[in-house]
């Protein structure tokens, strides 16, 4: 009876871990299907605050030169 318990236990173990990596193989594709967005997120933000360093920098040009 013991012996059986055990098998149980040990189907159920692994049972749950096949589960386990399943689900964390779902979660990493969706990390991965977010990873291009978030590059094109982080370079908007880069163009955007170059523009904008940019044009502060012709500015101030602009009033010392004046």
């Known amino acids: 009876m013991a012996e059986r318990g055990t098998d149980e236990v040990r189907q159920e173990m692994a049972a749950e871990r096949r589960r386990l990596g399943e689900a964390r193989e779902e979660l990493r594709a969706e990390l991965r299907s977010l990873v291009p967005v978030l590059v094109v997120a982080l370079a908007a933000v880069g ?4 523009r904008v360093g940019v044009r502060a920098g012709i500015r101030m040009v602009r009033k010392l030169s004046s």
Not at 47 to 50: M, P
């Open 47 to 50: 163009i955007i605050t170059a």
